[in-house]
């Protein structure tokens, strides 16, 4: 029977990503993968693509992690997992290995949604039993807080720099959550780190079913978002609020909103707590604070009316 | 007279490009260049030129290509791990014979090592790190003095030969401040860009291809590129000597190391030691026979490197013998000490 996702229950569950580790205070990535590591009830094994939670946690001869755990290059930890899960079930197959052993990889958003999306592409569609989980901080934050293609139109960045011509990133983020379940595979899923029950939840799901699932979890960086070390929760809460991370799922194909805000509040609510946006407040600017409100409307508008169609088939 | 200016080692690069033409810049963040794309980022704009982040090192050197097809003066920069994945786009621009200026910030290897200076792409950098027989013309700067006239020399000099060229530096310049003076671009006479892909109204098409199917068509082809190389070593072999005239050991390094080799030289040299420097500034072209020159007259070598030893199989290659050559390195992104190559001088004096 698995541990019911109580705060009681699951307190009595061993932590495995110990502390001790260098990431930030208020990273929001530790806190991903700690509440990911709780919801398993089997063994996982975890690859790991180059980046902040990977260096940070593994500066030799230390490890924060308490699991298998391997790295690899940046590109490339869903083609990793896909070695060490096809070895599994060749072990299983001829009788090697009996237990129940379930694969996750870990990758930040310049590893999934950039370089690492045409591994990542390819182990989906091979059909590994494996979970992938992005932690979406929208930028390149271990290099230096580099524009990615997560990084939300107008934001500040190292290669996206606001100044008195360029209002910051020019293009919207990629929505790659929505391109993931275009791949037709089993379990799809977009939550935050303040959604404890809904991300573990989730979790549970994806290593329940037999074949690929993504989950991509909003992870907040203080560096890069330029918000205080201890906001991490609240600013991924208002994320949701602001319908531009929205709650969802896509079970076998169906879409399903885990979460509707009684009341949407105006995405300049979760704009203006964070640095990286401060820009768009000044004069001049304000045809960019709509077209953000615009795009994050659309995308909520048009998930309802998938989720409606779904609904009526009843 | 121009004013003496700090600045870091990548930024030095990325103004360098801009003063020397170039308009178009493709990076990919990796440490220790980030300063590269960023700067660019910045200033591309300002001039009118191109900024692109890619989204992968393959991406940016590929970008390169088509920019360098339509005839902007075209740079990428990245550091070891990202240079490994632009092989295939480095050899592509090669056998397409299109120019282009790649930076490589070298840093700890193999695999992802670390963040830390390094010359362990020596090999890479020197004998093609791609598929194919092919070569780059390579410079190693070793100060901020330096990364300025050599990025733009290569710029002159990728255009001249139609051939990319590569700056090897390392993250210690890279990351680093220090005074230089930002000297005037002078554009030298080169030959007519009459190859570029700019449309074909009122002439006839163009092609730009690495693919050659014929019967010795391909062979045809490469000795060509080798016949290019051969104008390289005949004419852009750059090199420095310090003190090595009366010298008994003459210590051979490049890049940073031969910052570190140049207070070592001083050191031994007050003790009464008769020691020398000799700095490739080009890797290829190779400084084989001033290498030569100075083994014919029997003075040894001590090769120091921050690797296992690669330049030093150019060194022996070039003294083929005559005299005896010693190498001493630090690898992994450690820095090596004036010290060390001091009492390493003395066991051989």
Known sequence: MSTPLRLKELSKKEDLLTGGHRLCSGCGAPIIVRQVLLAAEVPVVAANATGCLEVSTSIFPYTAWKIPWIHSAFENAAATISGVEAMYKALKRKGKIDRKIKFIAFGGDGGTYDIGFQSLSGAMERGHDIVYICYDNGAYMNTGIQRSSATPLGANTTTSPAGSVIPGKLQPRKNLTKIMAAHGIPYVAQTTPAHWRDLMTKVRKALDVDGPAFINVLASCNRGWRTPTNTTIQDTKLAVETCYWPLYEYENGRLKINYKPKEKKPIVEFLKTQGRFKHLFSPGNEHILEKIQELVDAEWEALLREESLYSEEG | ?349
Not at chain 2, 126 to 131: E, Q, T
């Open chain 2, 1 to 349: 007279m121009n004013k003496r200016v700090l600045m870091k080692g990548n930024e030095v690069i990325a103004e360098a490009a801009i003063r020397a033409g170039c308009r178009f810049y493709a990076g990919y963040p990796i440490t220790p260049q980030n300063e590269i794309p960023e700067y660019m980022s910045k200033r591309m704009p300002e001039v009118g030129g191109v900024f692109i982040q890619a989204e992968s090192e393959l991406a940016a050197i590929n970008m390169v290509f088509g920019a360098s097809a339509a005839g902007a003066r075209a740079m990428t920069s990245s550091s070891s791990p990202g240079i490994s994945l632009k092989q295939e786009g480095i050899s592509f621009l090669v056998g397409a014979e299109l120019p282009a200026v790649i930076v490589n910030m070298q840093r700890g290897g193999p695999g992802l090592g670390n963040i830390s200076g390094s010359q362990q792409d020596y090999f890479q950098a020197v004998k093609g790190g791609g598929h194919g027989d092919y070569k780059l013309l390579v410079y190693a700067p070793f100060n901020h003095q330096e990364l300025w006239s050599l990025t733009m020399r290569a710029f002159d000099r990728a255009d001249e030969y139609r051939n990319p060229v590569m700056i090897l530096a390392d993250g210690v310049l890279g990351q680093m401040m220090e005074p230089f003076t930002p000297t005037d671009y002078n554009p030298p006479e080169l030959p007519p860009k009459d190859w570029v892909l700019d449309g074909c109204k009122g002439r006839p098409p163009r092609v730009i291809k690495s693919l050659y199917l014929g019967e010795g068509e391909l062979e045809r082809h490469t000795r060509k590129l080798f016949s290019k190389y051969k104008k390289m070593k005949e004419k852009d072999v750059l090199y420095e000597s310090y003190e090595t005239e009366d010298a008994d050991l003459v210590i051979a390094a490049f890049g940073i190391a031969a910052r570190v080799c140049l207070s070592a030289v001083r050191m031994l040299r007050e003790k009464g030691c008769r020691v020398g420097l000799f700095r490739p500034i080009t890797l290829f072209p190779f400084p084989e026979k001033e290498i030569q020159e100075i083994a014919s007259a029997g003075k040894r070598f001590l090769v120091v490197e921050l690797n296992m030893g690669q330049m030093v199989e150019d060194v022996k290659l070039s003294v083929n013998g005559m005299t005896e050559v010693s190498f001493y390195g630090r690898t992994g992104g450690s820095m090596i000490f004036p010290e060390e190559i001091v009492q390493e001088a003395e066991r051989m004096l």
